[in-house]
């Protein structure tokens, strides 16, 4: 089948399937197939398709695989990174929590980066930051080798720890500690791109949502240095029920920080001696 006429067709499939930019796809999928970039597929509209390979990737985007699972990476923050299914895909939201972090003083630092994922929040500090010594940590071993190949390729340098938060890091302290932990209810409605397919491990904190700040609240202080700093990424309601949280258990809320959006999405909070306003 010829490029051009396979392209119509995926677009019109992938509108009924309810893709917000179904034309957008259906050329990144076809340039998946072909294995060229997306500009090759508007120059060579004549060119033939395998439309056996076309058709399975379509079918996969049609029963909502998130489209970064079948190509296998996705930007942040302006780098590529890999992508599996073991790993949360990596989203513009959390760049509002990397812009916290590189608004502190540029000095060394010792950082930990808690569900590291992807690697993406570790990676990009590590790139931004080189004077910080980066640790990242995530329950999940396949995670972390799909973070671990990703410092590679990018030329960081990371040490990363199979951790369940701190039960590997037994007296470690740090000067800044960064998470986009799971905060999602088990009762909230997600996307089927969502619910379906990411790591529920990376998704779910329990029925509230709260549950890791809560176990964060309890135990981040015993790990941080003087003077130090606990950022972390809230969904979409979250930050007021967030910060009182921590100052229920004695935290100092330092700041709320919105997106682009305005929506409130980072908490900054230091233990009571140590805040910083």
Known sequence: MRLATWLRSAEHRLALTGVESPRLEAQLLAAHVLGVDRAWTFAHPEHDLNELAAEAILQRRERHEPLAYILGRREFYGREYRVTPAVLIPRQDTETLIDAALAIPNERRRVLDIGTGSGAIAITLNWERPAWDMVAIDVSTAALRVAMENAYHLGAEITFLESDRFSALAGERFDLI????????????????????????????????????????????????????????????????????????????????????????????????????
Do not use: K
């Not at 329990?206 to 202080?221: C, I, K, N, P």
């Not at 100052?247 to 999405?265: F, M, N, S, V, Y």
């Open 178 to 277: 960064v998470t986009n932990p799971p905060y999602i209810g088990f009762g909230e409605t997600l996307m089927p791109e969502v619910a379906d397919y990411e790591p529920s491990l990376a998704l779910f904190s329990g029925e509230t949502g709260l549950e890791f700040y809560a176990a964060l609240a309890a135990e981040a202080a015993d790990h941080l240095n003087p003077g130090g700093l606990l950022m972390m990424e809230v969904g979409h309601t979250q930050a007021a029920p967030v910060a009182q949280l921590f100052e229920d258990a004695g935290w100092h809320h330092e700041r709320t920080i919105a997106d682009l959006t305005g929506i409130d999405r980072v908490v900054v909070v230091s233990t009571p001696a140590l805040g910083l306003s």
